[in-house]
Structures are given as structure tokens and as C-alpha cells.
């Protein structure tokens, strides 16, 4: 089993609808991440998350919200889901002793 | 801010050497990690350098100048599949350096 599973693996939504992506891990990690990946722009830091009760905005937080359910489960939520937020998202984590991040498969969103 | 600059494509041939330059600008610097992604999948670590010189793990080295700003991945004895997009990220020492910021890739095409 993959150690950083994420659902749904791909969505087509409409514009002001909610949806939420899920992350969860069995790596026993404590750091979680969620980013965006648009072509030609590299991988963009959205929330960060060192414990469930820590939650930090990235370098590009609007539009988007994030809850740590648990240790293993991070979700970011789209509010209200407009076009220039199709994007391909990846949830990651790492411990606090390593500057390894493990990447998830990625969520291939695509807002109409 | 940080902000890192690399070419956004290579092109080699099978058996050859290949450098992938990565030139960054930060307020603050732990070391330079090395990520692979192939076309759509999960970015993978291949490595760290922390200090100056060089790291080597297999075909894959990483070398590193905290005095120019300067990092470099060489792939040695390219085979097809490592046609892939490679992306330097610099480790920001804001939040105890488990915050990434990642350059916009470079796209490795290898020939036969």
C-alpha cells in the first residue's frame, strides 16, 4: 500500500462549488503539505501543518482552507471552486528529524 | 523572499553526462534538495546537499557553492527513464526549515 494516499485522484467541478481533497499517511509523520502544481510554475506551497493543532498558510493561502483531522489526515477545502484554480494538487509529509518530503499521487482538479 | 532560477529544458542522449543548473536568491538558506517527477506522477527526493561540494548516490551526483548561490545535479549514464522533470527546492529556514521552496523544473529529454 502507498505510504500517502489522496482522493479523489481526479475531479471535474463547476465554478462556486465546494470540494474538499483528502490526504492521509501511514508514514507516521507529523509535518503534512499541501501544494499546487501548475505547468511552468513548479510545485507552490498552499497550508503547511506540523501537528493537528498547527496550521500555517504558504505562499499562495487564498481561495483555499485546510483541516488536520488527525496525525494521518490533512484535506484542503475550495470554498467556492473557481477556474484558475485547475491545478494538479499534491499532499506530502515529513518527519521532524529529516529533510525528506514523501509525495502523495497527486489530485488532477479541473474547475469549469 | 526565495527564488530560484534553472533551465526549463535539457536534452541529451542515452549514456551521456548531464549538469542541471540551479542558481537561487533567499533571505536565508539551510541546503538545496533535488526532486524527479515524471510526466503527471509524484515528485520523488534524490537529494540534499547541506554544505559545500559534492553528494553521489549511483549514477546521480549533487554538488553545492553557499558562496555563489549555486547547485547543480549530474546524471551520469542517462538511460530513457530518466527523462523526467527535475526540480531544485531550497530548504527556507522560516519554520524550522521543513518548508520548501521549489524552483520551476527542468524537463530532461534523453535520445537515442
Known amino acids: 500500500d502507498a505510504d500517502v494516499t489522496q482522493t479523489p485522484r481526479n475531479r471535474i467541478t463547476k465554478t462556486g462549488k465546494r470540494i474538499m481533497l483528502e490526504c492521509s499517511q501511514t508514514?507516521?509523520?507529523?509535518?503534512m503539505y499541501w501544494y499546487r502544481q501548475d505547468p511552468g510554475l513548479g510545485l507552490r506551497l498552499i497550508y503547511y501543518?506540523?501537528?493537528?493543532?498547527?496550521?500555517n498558510k504558504g505562499e499562495i493561502s487564498d481561495g483555499y482552507s485546510v483541516s488536520r483531522q488527525a496525525q494521518a489526515k490533512f484535506s484542503l477545502s475550495l470554498e467556492s471552486a473557481i477556474p484558475n484554480q485547475t491545478a494538479l494538487y499534491f499532499c506530502?509529509?515529513?518527519?521532524?528529524?529529516?529533510?525528506?518530503?514523501?509525495f502523495g499521487p497527486g489530485t488532477r482538479l479541473t474547475v469549469t | 523572499g526565495q527564488s530560484l532560477e534553472q533551465p526549463s529544458e535539457v536534452t541529451a542522449v542515452e549514456g551521456a553526462i548531464v549538469q542541471i543548473n540551479c542558481t537561487y536568491q533567499?533571505?536565508?538558506?539551510?541546503?538545496l534538495s533535488w526532486y524527479q517527477q515524471h510526466d503527471g506522477g509524484a515528485p520523488t527526493f534524490l537529494s540534499y546537499?547541506?554544505?559545500?561540494g559534492l553528494e553521489e548516490t549511483g549514477r546521480f551526483s549533487s554538488f553545492l557553492s553557499r558562496s555563489d548561490s549555486y547547485g547543480y545535479l549530474l546524471l551520469q549514464e542517462l538511460q530513457m527513464k530518466d527523462s523526467a522533470s527535475y526540480f531544485c527546492?531550497?530548504?527556507?529556514?522560516?519554520?524550522?526549515?521543513?518548508?520548501?521552496?521549489f524552483g520551476t523544473g527542468t524537463q530532461l529529454k534523453v535520445e537515442l
Open positions: 506530502a509529509t515529513s518527519s521532524d528529524t529529516s529533510y525528506e518530503q514523501y
Open positions: 546537499n547541506a554544505l559545500d
Open positions: 501543518s506540523f501537528d493537528v493543532k498547527d496550521i
Open positions: 527546492a531550497v530548504r527556507d529556514p522560516r519554520a524550522g526549515g521543513n518548508k520548501l521552496t
Open positions: 533567499t533571505s536565508g538558506f539551510y541546503g
Open positions: 508514514k507516521g509523520h507529523d509535518r
